[in-house]
């Protein structure tokens, strides 16, 4: 899986900004290489969702319909690496990853080109969309085939595109509406054919906790962010107002956690992943270095598993 040499990988996978792109003299791209690429630490962002969507299904039909459950955890994580991969192929060519805080991307670093990066985004949401038809096929709501259309279409022109709208300050929406929304009830649909209060309630949890994710991560690039003209909302709104956004967005699920507990006492139970996001809070609020944001993201996203884990032991417990 070698690349070669970072300047042939320039010259033959590359465009966009190469002037602000560093050449790096690396040795040859392993597998842990384009498993970092993949940004596991956000994955728990595509299984959430699914989680609660599955526990939500089951308080209307107790049967665990594990097969669908598992079709819809597949297309979810397969379209979240695709996304990755996606922006990886994307930012490189723009230059806008040259000097960024986190691990160093694929692209960006000349290691592996272009076109390979893209390919490999791109076979990633060929299997979601083969995945995807199978539920189709088995649930029979054909309608849905637009929703994974628009799904795929949507995280391509995250960062891609002559406009990415993920570059003007829109990418918390997109987060909210697929990784919440969409992944959540979506899930819930497919199993039950209907739509009850206790999955809209974890959709928008879910949603909350990807937005803040995304802007966990954000605050940690915004001076690379400002310097390439990538007008995320924290560019925008600066580090004060993206801080206190943060807060909120992390912590109303456990407001949510206390409607659940009405119905399913057992919720009250995840007030402990608190444990996990108070420190994160405290991280955002006081960083001195960017790459402790890193740290407040990881426990962001680990929190939304483990929010999502024990509302699903409450709904079916």
Same mark, same amino acid.
């Given at each position: 899986m070698a690349?070669g040499?970072s300047?042939?990988?320039?010259?033959?996978g590359t465009?966009?900004?190469p002037?602000?792109?560093?050449?790096?003299e690396?040795?040859p791209?392993?597998?842990?290489d384009?498993?970092g690429a /993949?940004?596991?630490r956000t %994955?728990p962002? @595509?299984v959430?969702?699914?989680?609660i969507?599955?526990g939500?299904?089951q #308080?209307?039909?107790h *049967?665990? *319909?594990?097969v669908i459950?598992l079709?819809?955890?597949?297309v979810?994580v397969?379209?979240?690496?695709?996304v990755n991969? @996606?922006?990886?192929?994307s930012d490189?060519?723009r230059g806008?990853? @040259? *000097?960024r805080?986190? $691990?160093?991307?694929?692209?960006?670093s000349g290691r592996?080109?272009?076109?390979?990066v893209l390919?490999?985004?791109?076979?990633?949401?060929?299997?979601?969309a083969?995945?995807g038809? @199978?539920?189709?096929?088995?649930?029979?709501?054909w309608?849905? %085939?637009a929703?994974?259309?628009?799904s795929?279409?949507? /995280?391509?022109?995250?960062?891609?595109?002559?406009r990415?709208?993920?570059?003007?300050a829109?990418g918390e929406l997109?987060?909210f509406?697929f990784?919440g929304?969409?992944?959540?009830l979506? #899930?819930?649909?497919?199993?039950?054919?209907?739509?009850p209060?206790e999955?809209?309630?974890g959709a928008?949890?879910?949603?909350?906790?990807?937005?803040?994710?995304?802007?966990?991560?954000?605050?940690? +690039?915004i +001076?690379?962010?400002r310097?390439?003209g990538?007008r995320?909302?924290?560019?925008?709104?600066?580090?004060a107002?993206?801080?206190?956004?943060?807060?909120l967005?992390?912590?109303m699920?456990f407001?949510?956690?206390v409607?659940?507990a009405l119905?399913?006492?057992i919720?009250?139970?995840?007030?402990?992943?608190?444990?996990?996001? %108070? $420190?994160?809070?405290?991280?955002?609020w006081?960083?001195?270095?960017?790459?402790?944001l890193?740290i407040?993201?990881s426990l962001t996203s680990l929190?939304? %598993?483990?929010?999502?884990?024990l509302?699903?032991?409450a709904?079916?417990g």
């Amino acid at each position: 899986m070698a690349s070669g040499k970072s300047s042939k990988s320039k010259k033959s996978g590359t465009s966009g900004n190469p002037a602000k792109r560093p050449v790096i003299e690396q040795g040859p791209v392993r597998v842990g290489d384009w498993i970092g690429a /993949a940004r596991l630490r956000t %994955l728990p962002l @595509a299984v959430a969702p699914v989680v609660i969507g599955t526990g939500a299904a089951q #308080t209307v039909d107790h *049967h665990f *319909h594990w097969v669908i459950a598992l079709a819809c955890l597949a297309v979810a994580v397969l379209l979240q690496i695709g996304v990755n991969f @996606a922006n990886d192929y994307s930012d490189g060519i723009r230059g806008t990853d @040259a *000097h960024r805080v986190g $691990p160093a991307r694929l692209t960006a670093s000349g290691r592996v080109t272009a076109k390979r990066v893209l390919l490999v985004a791109l076979v990633f949401f060929a299997l979601a969309a083969l995945v995807g038809l @199978a539920i189709v096929i088995r649930t029979q709501q054909w309608w849905m %085939l637009a929703v994974g259309a628009v799904s795929i279409v949507a /995280a391509w022109f995250y960062t891609g595109g002559k406009r990415p709208y993920g570059y003007n300050a829109m990418g918390e929406l997109f987060v909210f509406v697929f990784f919440g929304l969409v992944a959540t009830l979506g #899930t819930t649909w497919v199993q039950v054919y209907t739509l009850p209060l206790e999955a809209w309630i974890g959709a928008v949890g879910a949603g909350l906790f990807a937005c803040a994710v995304l802007l966990a991560n954000n605050l940690r +690039d915004i +001076d690379q962010d400002r310097e390439v003209g990538k007008r995320t909302l924290t560019v925008l709104i600066g580090k004060a107002a993206t801080r206190v956004i943060y807060t909120l967005f992390v912590l109303m699920p456990f407001v949510f956690s206390v409607l659940y507990a009405l119905l399913y006492p057992i919720a009250w139970i995840s007030l402990l992943v608190l444990l996990a996001v %108070l $420190p994160a809070i405290l991280i955002v609020w006081t960083y001195r270095q960017a790459r402790e944001l890193i740290i407040a993201l990881s426990l962001t996203s680990l929190s939304s %598993l483990a929010w999502a884990g024990l509302i699903y032991w409450a709904l079916v417990g």
